[in-house]
């Protein structure tokens, strides 16, 4: 705990006077006043977080965090948890929807096994962090112990100071699990106290009897478990998933060193959920990418006042919406840093 | 009109056989059915106008058609006119918004001189297409004659042909006009009939009382010109514009060629009013990229029944929203034609 403690010192919030000098410089780019609406937004909010004046988004990481979960014994998946890990092997060779758009937006991959149920056939491109063999069961008791609740976000933050030291300037956070939008609506049912039935969706496509089970499977594990919602750490424990818990530990790294964390889809949310039950701040380094089409992830955005870039009825996790995201990241400081003034380009400001 | 008449002989209905393979391969790549949402939809849409399952979406070209207005004279815009000329050498040295969004898609940027109302300097950049120097007030007659209506729209069409030739895999349409708001929700009341208070907004900054006075000027314009709804160049005619109408010509000229049209905001969706009021299959080719800030865009979208992609609050113009649209019509067709599928990657299908 003492390293989830110290990264937490660490976060501050952003730096207000850049963000007013970045306005300013935003202010008198050859456009209308405000004209590029949210995506100046968005550069404003990078500067601050980065405290720097002119940002530079060179170097684009997506972690893709893979996990198993237990609670697929009891049916809430459309599809099979061998899926889990032919996914990662599909994530090396590049074949899944996370590779394409993560190198249409010029982002680098890091897939993690941080709890895939099966040992991966070795892969340099692989990082195994396996904190277990997927977690237990939460329909029948806790998915993890505290200690390996703590583990997987300390994973997460080493994980990331690893590839920080190869130079990271944003960050998005994806990840595959089957069942884990399971544990992603028991999380958010905690946090945000909304009815199980509006948090939780179909998943990889559940039909409707596939969907009721899925529900009242979810409030089996919360009765049953019982997770304390003032103790982020109990949450993930009880109903979480080691993939959410790394992704917790990542987004408070990142803050904590001033790297904007661009959010994916509900998954990513429910980490985000935790992050920011952690440590309030870090909501203020988080970038909404998508709206999913699960029905949570819209209370989770409500919960954290985040409002999401694109909403393109997407729901496939894996990171796949924060790629796009990161791309309008890097659209919006080549605005903000490329643009010529109305001074240096000659041109008439408004009327008076 | 022989020239417009023979490009709405050659636009045919999209291709719905390659549609269908299209589907059926999306539904085939390693992911839960339907899971890219819109992203999906887009790749489709793709197939379909250029009628090839591989579509590659390699030379993206954006047309920004600057032209004047002599309704600035009525003080119906925050900017001075000399701001169009101004901003098309912003253009052509690469300072202004559409030159930094284009070149973070891959596109390449055409700067065309529709009727700017002074002569530019000589630029071997600059395409010069010039039809008049500015349209006249329209708040006292017709903007242009009859001929130069239809000398505008031929001119997009030319304007596209000769860069079909260097190649064009999509196309992006944008306009730089100080008072082309104007114009374009003359001609947005003209198609949709929607009251002028609803279709007129700020455009580049009006305060409450600049607004109301360009609404006012607006219906006397079409008080006093009384344009044919039934047929379109009488519109562009009467209260339209040079870049409009060229861009009405680019827009039925691409979907002659088979290739997709990514359509920006308010402006060019009073050209794609006009196209589409010219022959209405012009449709199915077009990619609505955003949603204005402009509220006559929404009311052309629902005419039109395209959805956005985008939802921004952009309202630049010049064709930026067009490129952030390019870049995930780019996004959609490497989903469709560089992802795994089931079979190759070795991944189960959903349980049955």
């Known amino acids: ?51 720097k004046e002119n940002p530079q988004l060179k170097n684009k990481v997506i972690f893709t965090l893979a996990s198993d979960h237990g609670v697929t014994d009891e049916g809430v998946s459309a599809y099979p948890k061998e899926v889990t890990a032919q996914m990662v092997y599909n994530f090396l060779r590049g074949g899944a929807g996370i590779n394409v758009l993560a190198a249409h937006v010029g982002a680098r991959v890091v897939v ?23 977690t237990k069961n939460m329909a029948k008791g806790a998915a ?28 998005g956070i994806g990840e595959m699990g089957i069942g884990n939008t399971t544990a992603a609506s ?9 009815p199980v039935e509006e948090i939780t969706g179909r998943g990889a ?17 919360l009765s049953l478990n019982q997770p304390d919602s003032s103790d982020p750490i109990d949450v993930l424990a009880k109903v979480g998933g080691f993939e959410i818990s790394g992704l917790a530990g990542i987004i408070l790294a990142a803050a904590s060193k001033k790297v904007p964390v661009v959010i994916d889809g509900f998954i990513s949310g429910s980490a985000a959920l935790v992050a920011y039950n952690l440590e309030p701040k870090v909501k203020d380094y988080m970038i909404s990418a998508h709206c999913s089409v699960e029905s949570g992830h819209k209370i989770i955005l409500n919960y954290l006042g ?31 840093t490329q643009m010529a003034t109305f001074k240096s380009a000659n041109v008439s400001e408004k009327n008076k």
Do not use: H, W
């Open 1 to 51: 705990m003492e390293k989830i403690n110290e990264v937490i010192r660490n976060i501050s919030g952003l730096d207000t006077v850049i963000m007013r000098e970045a306005q300013s410089r935003l202010d008198n780019l050859t456009k209308p006043l405000g004209s590029l609406g949210r995506l100046e937004e968005l550069a404003k909010q990078i500067c601050g977080i980065t405290a």
């Open 112 to 134: 993690v096994d941080m709890g895939v149920c099966v040992d991966l056939e070795p892969d340099p491109r692989l990082v195994v962090k396996k904190i277990n063999y997927g």
């Open 205 to 221: 496509g559940l039909d409707d009897k596939g969907l009721k089970n899925k529900i009242d499977i979810i409030k089996k594990a």
């Open 306 to 336: 985040l409002k999401p870039l694109l909403d393109l009825d997407l729901r496939l996790g894996e990171g796949t919406g924060g790629a796009l995201g990161i791309g309008l990241a890097d659209a919006a400081i080549k605005i903000l």
């Open 186 to 194: 028991a999380i958010t049912f905690c946090f945000t106290k909304k």
């Open 144 to 171: 993890m112990t505290r200690e390996e609740a703590i583990k997987a976000i300390e994973t997460g933050i080493e994980i990331f100071e690893n590839e920080y030291r190869k130079g990271i300037d944003i960050v």
